[in-house]
């Protein structure tokens, strides 16, 4: 099911542009910086990109795990 957006197709404010900019320099995942602005990944990605922002990809934690593990088995 799709999530729907209060926000769907409103202009971004300037508190919303400036709380973007904190949360990304904050070093949060794409994913977490659109929950916090109730926008959607798509236009928080948009806006970032606008404003010459680079979010933070997700890693795999469970990956790194794995990795972790295989490094120190040896």
Not at 31 to 51: F, G, P
Request: charged share 30%; hydrophobic share 35%; aromatic share 6%.
């Amino acid at each position: 099911m799709a999530e729907r957006y209060e926000r769907h197709r409103q202009a971004w404010t300037t508190e919303e542009i400036q709380k973007l900019h904190l949360l990304v320099n904050k070093g949060m995942s794409l994913k977490a910086v659109a929950k916090a602005l109730t926008r959607s990944e798509e236009s928080t990605k948009s806006r970032a990109k606008q404003n010459k922002l680079k979010i933070q990809k997700m890693r795999g934690t469970r990956m790194f795990g794995r990795s972790f593990k295989f490094l120190t088995c040896q």
